[in-house]
């Protein structure tokens, strides 16, 4: 189950009560992928992204009391993961580049999985790669990534569609 | 690869690059608490003694507890609902003890107002205010629904009565007919009271649904709860008795619609009948859609036509020989029959399909045979099904060759027109600049975006219902 499948109440309602332990846990297993997945897009090396995931959490314990109930609880997550992983990337030595994700051996269940984070990472742009992260594994929609980068809703689908595109036709090609 | 294929892998791709760390960060967390516990620790007896001094304060200031029981106890509870959902808690002087946003679109009608200690007839002026301003009431959706709820059966009626004028007062100021149903509540049933846990609906709509549901028989719950007080008031009109425990002003706004004339015309032309006989039109409802259903006969057959009553797409076709109604045991045949109901049902579960469009169910009474022939995602599907015992006689399934050039047009979604209208009537906008509408399929949503008179204006509409999702304004 990801995000995407879960209603807002439902993922609203494990976040209020996130000071109970079974609520906090869940939240974490339903949520490490897309803040790893976005952490990673950003921070481009694995051990800052996982930093970045118990940063994220710790301060959604923290900080529970200033969630506001009328915005949807996917945004304030995105909101705080996003902050958290600018201020890491600011922090970073400035010679880490896109080589970085090689240089930790990962583990994947399945080689084509392997073959599919390669290119995901190494061939789309970071733009195409977090329209991608945002849409399937955060759940928002078209037009909530429009508002997030500040772009129209129409330019967001093209680019999705695109992207999607290239994705598919790379991995089919190998 | 499908998008949801592609979906999964990477979820659990990203799931397993991230360890389970949670219990470090639980640890964390802790540690974090014990800190700030240790911080504050020396504070806590000064909190304590501030609360006591402020409670007796507020005793001292108030004359003590018979004016602190009839300032904060509440007499009254008023659940407000049109699609949002508020719920009131007033006290005896009908000043608001407590407001609660019952579902999603309640907390952007509320925003950030704050209405303890508010005179009732004040917070009702913001509400509607705000509904009015946001587009949940206007001239294609007027209806409101006020439920209150008092043990004291003569104080609810008094103040039923006097909402429901004030609301009635309140949309005429803003130029709206409205239809308003009321209803008091003393004793809350059992059953109303589950149907709100379980959909998460107020306990007022849940009264209204059961009242509905227990005079119009065809009608089903979970076929309701998602309408909005609208669309369930639409479902109602014209019918008698079909509401008895809620009262009713004025009539539901069908202006949304394509109108009954409009949706018989669509019947007929699709079934070439031109003089048909025993025509009737009338409202249904089927998964959240607002449908016309359209019955008629001529010499041969039967029809029975359910149109979406937005878009005036055929939703369901019905056709059924009628030779055997005139031979002279009509009853002892008709009775042997599972219903066009059913044998739509037994297919689209066999097929695990939910919403099918094309679909067509047709009775053949010398094979004892329903014949159900449907679409979705890509495919066609042919059942063949025994009239008498339900079960399949022949189920197929094969590749649509009209899907992609049937999907832009595919009709399921309402046009691109019909969105810009929605957007354009609902902004109460002629001649608009910058106009783009465009189809989000996999959101399943039209985004329509255009200015006028130094406005921005931003909509999304559900590209299946034609429902508006958001509607935003904001200076050019």
């Known amino acids: ?174 | 690869m499908k998008n949801e294929e592609l979906q999964e892998r990477l979820y659990r791709i990203f799931d397993e690059q991230a360890p389970d760390e949670f219990q470090e960060i639980l640890s964390k967390t802790k540690e974090k608490e014990r800190n700030h516990f240790m911080e504050k620790k020396t504070n806590n007896w000064g909190w304590l003694w501030k609360f006591a001094t402020a409670f007796l304060f507020l005793m001292v200031l108030g004359g003590g507890f018979y004016t602190y029981q009839r300032n904060y106890m509440v007499d009254s509870v008023i659940d407000i609902d049109v699609n949002p959902s508020i719920e009131l808690k007033v006290n005896k002087k009908d000043k608001i003890v407590k407001c609660t946003a019952l579902n999603e679109d309640a907390k952007e009608i509320i925003e950030d107002m704050d209405f303890k200690g508010v005179d009732i007839d004040i917070a009702l002026n913001a509400i509607i205010g705000s509904m009015v301003t946001k587009g949940y009431l206007d001239d294609l959706s007027n209806s409101i629904l006020i439920s209150v709820d008092n043990n004291d059966e003569k104080r609810a009626e008094e103040l039923r009565q006097k909402l429901v004028t004030k609301i009635d007062s309140l949309l005429s100021n803003d130029k709206i007919e409205g239809s308003v149903l009321s209803q008091t509540i003393s004793e809350k049933s059992k059953e109303a009271k589950d149907l709100a846990e379980q959909y998460h609906i107020s306990i007022g709509k849940a009264e209204l649904i059961l009242d509905v549901v227990k005079n119009n028989p065809l009608l089903k719950i979970e076929d309701l709860v998602d309408l909005s007080i609208n669309e369930i008031n639409v479902l109602t009109q014209g019918k008698e008795n079909s509401l008895t425990t809620v009262e009713k002003t004025g009539n539901a706004s069908t202006k949304a619609y394509i109108g009954e004339e409009k949706a018989k015309e669509i019947a007929l032309n699709h079934a070439n009948v031109k003089n048909p006989s025993k025509l009737e039109v009338e409202f249904d409802t089927e998964n959240g859609v607002i449908l016309y259903e359209v019955e008629f006969e001529d010499n041969t057959y039967e029809y029975d036509y359910e149109i979406n009553a937005l878009t005036g797409d055929i939703i369901t076709s019905y056709k059924e020989k009628e030779d055997d109604h005139q031979t002279t045991t009509p009853n002892t045949n008709n009775s042997n029959y599972i219903s066009s109901e059913k044998a739509k049902e037994i297919a689209l579960n066999h097929a695990g399909v939910k919403n099918p469009s094309n679909l067509e169910v047709e009775l053949d009474r010398e094979d004892n045979e329903y014949s159900v022939d449907f679409k979705y995602n890509g495919y066609e599907y042919d059942y063949e099904i025994n009239a008498t015992t339900g079960k399949i006689i022949k189920s197929e399934k094969e590749k649509d060759d009209d899907y992609q050039s049937s999907k832009s047009s595919s009709s399921n979604y309402i046009s691109s027109e019909k969105a810009k209208s929605i957007a354009l009537n609902h902004a109460g906008v002629k001649n608009p600049s910058n106009l783009e509408v465009e189809l989000d399929k996999e959101d399943n949503e039209y985004s329509v975006e255009f200015k006028y008179n130094g406005y921005e204006y931003d909509y999304e509409i559900n590209a299946t219902t034609g429902k508006i999702i958001k509607s935003e304004k904001e200076r050019d």
Do not use: C
């Not at chain 1, 996982?50 to 909101?79: A, S």
């Not at chain 1, 880490?96 to 090689?102: A, G, L, N, V």
């Not at chain 1, 084509?112 to 594994?137: A, C, G, K, P």
């Open chain 1, 1 to 174: 189950m990801s995000p995407s499948t879960l209603s807002d109440s439902s993922l609203e309602q494990l976040l209020l009560n996130i000071k109970q332990e079974d609520s906090f846990h869940e939240l974490y297993l339903l949520l490490k992928a897309p803040i790893y997945g976005y952490s990673l897009t950003i921070l481009k090396n694995r051990e800052d992204a996982l930093d970045n995931v118990q940063d994220v959490f710790i301060t959604l314990y923290n900080q529970i009391d200033t969630y506001d109930q009328k915005n949807k609880p996917m945004n304030w997550i995105f909101t705080i993961t996003k902050n958290k992983a600018i201020s890491k990337l600011r922090k970073q030595k400035p010679t880490i580049d896109i080589e970085e994700y090689r240089e930790t051996p990962i583990k994947f269940a399945k080689e084509e999985d392997r073959v599919l984070f390669n290119i995901l990472m190494e061939q789309l742009s970071e733009e195409e790669r977090t329209i991608i992260l945002l849409h399937l594994l955060w759940g928002f929609k078209h037009r909530e990534i429009a508002d997030i980068l500040n772009s129209k809703v129409s330019t967001i689908l093209s680019k999705y569609h695109r992207a999607i595109k290239k994705l598919k036709e790379m991995e089919a090609n190998r």
